[in-house]
């Protein structure tokens, strides 16, 4: 039963379809081929339905909706000044505040493709004409959108949140130290590249300008202290916090810095439901997927036939990072979570495994799965924005995938990388 799904999801991948079409065909003839009669579709029919039910998922159209107003307004704009204003005159300043830049607009968004936009978008000319070549600055810009995925918000820690039915709050501070490990050696990259090609400083702003940008990037930096502390402080729960983020994020770009205009927001809004439409449909279709799988013992057959359930805490980790990691190089993150966070539920279980601790891993593969060849989906959104070919896109990808990789590692091998703050706030 498992080859023939997987056969069928691969197939129509294949030949073109968008992956809420081969999950859904996957999970009905899953369906029918574990039930002779129609008389458990109620069941099938309430999974899938059960799927969306959750309440904590009221805050993915939310988050995805901040995330459109601010990236059609100014919030990306005026944190790239203040980061250029303090480290862009040093050698590799320009690189170093790209990465940075994604960084916190990941704070304010959660969205990888929206930081591609927002900040790739300013930010790749100026990287050009200091001198450096296009697949580099394609990748960083790429790669350290990533860092989105991990610093809260982030979509991806809902979903798996809702799916293994782990705190989002927990998730959410526990990917702050992963986030910031990745941009400190995207940092260090960049440095040993500038200085090895040679690249140009940028002119060093006076004190008055870094206090001008600073009073200008206030605004937006108001976007983590109000999830972050709001959360952590028991003011709001993430799903709240996320309603406030669209409340603040409409009053910054259409009141305060006067941006956007009120017809826009109808465009925003119909952008925001069409992602929302399709990203509910994998969740409900999803959940149905799992609870076909589980029925099957799939997960457990697979499990025991690879031997992970007999590998111990360290072994189950390493295969869920190649599992996770492979499957995003192919597949839509969310769908991979939806699919193979089931899967590895009983391993997880019986090796005593943090569920947060995984979660931040799990995370971490799928950012970085969503920019490695072939079909990482953050490729195809810099194709789509800055107009370039799949090759030159591509090209200096490699450096920053050993890097991911090497964060990898270390948050297998040293948990504290993501629990420390976890369990200083939940103590």
Not at 122 to 133: C, F, I, N, V
Request: charged share 10%.
């Amino acid at each position: 039963m498992a080859t023939t799904l997987m056969l069928i999801m691969i197939g129509l991948l294949l030949l073109g379809f968008p992956m809420m079409i081969p999950l859904t065909v996957a999970a009905i003839v899953g369906f029918f081929m574990m039930f002779n009669d129609l008389g458990q579709t109620e069941t099938f029919i309430q999974q899938v339905l059960g799927g969306i039910r959750p309440a904590s998922l009221i805050a993915v159209p939310m988050f995805i909706l901040a995330a459109d107003i601010m990236t059609r307004g100014h919030s990306a704009d005026r944190l790239i000044n203040m980061v250029m204003a303090f480290i862009g005159h040093i050698k590799g300043g320009l690189a170093i505040s790209t990465a940075t830049s994604c960084t916190l607009f990941g704070a304010v968004s959660g969205s990888t493709q929206a930081t591609v936009v927002a900040v790739g978008s300013p930010l790749r000319p100026k990287m050009l004409k200091a001198g450096y070549s296009d697949p580099f600055t394609l990748a960083l810009i790429i790669n350290a959108s990533d860092i989105a995925f991990l610093i809260p918000p982030s979509i991806g820690m809902i979903i798996y949140g809702v799916i293994s039915e782990t705190s989002i709050a927990e998730l959410f501070i526990a990917g702050i130290g992963p986030g910031l490990l990745i941009l400190l050696l995207f940092a260090a990259y960049s440095l040993i590249y500038a200085h090895r090609h040679n690249v140009p400083t940028e002119p060093r702003a006076s004190w008055p300008e870094r206090g001008r940008a600073v009073g200008q990037a206030l605004w937006p930096l108001m976007f983590p202290v109000i999830i972050i502390g709001g959360i952590y402080g028991g003011i709001f729960s993430p799903t709240e916090a996320a309603a406030v983020c669209v409340l603040y994020a409409v009053i910054l770009e259409f009141i305060v810095f006067r941006a956007l205009k009120l017809p826009a927001l109808y465009t925003i809004a119909k952008s925001t439901g069409l992602v929302t439409a399709v990203v509910f449909i994998l969740v409900g279709v999803g959940n149905g997927f799992s609870w076909i799988i589980s029925f099957a013992s799939i997960p457990e057959t697979l499990i025991s036939a690879f031997g992970i359930d007999q590998a111990g805490p360290l072994g189950v980790m390493v295969a869920i990072s190649v599992a996770f990691f492979i499957a995003c190089m192919f597949v839509d993150p969310i769908v991979v979570i939806l699919v193979l966070t089931p899967i590895f539920a009983p391993a997880i279980a019986a090796s005593g495994l943090d569920p947060v601790h995984v979660g931040i891993l799990i995370t971490l593969q799928v950012a970085i799965g969503s920019a490695t060849p072939p079909f990482g989906c953050d490729i195809f959104t810099a194709i789509a924005v800055f107009k370039k070919p799949y090759w030159e896109v591509i090209r200096g990808t490699p450096p920053f995938i050993f890097i991911l990789l090497f964060a990898a590692v270390m948050l297998i091998l040293f948990p504290s990388i993501a629990l420390f703050l976890r369990d200083l706030a939940f103590a």
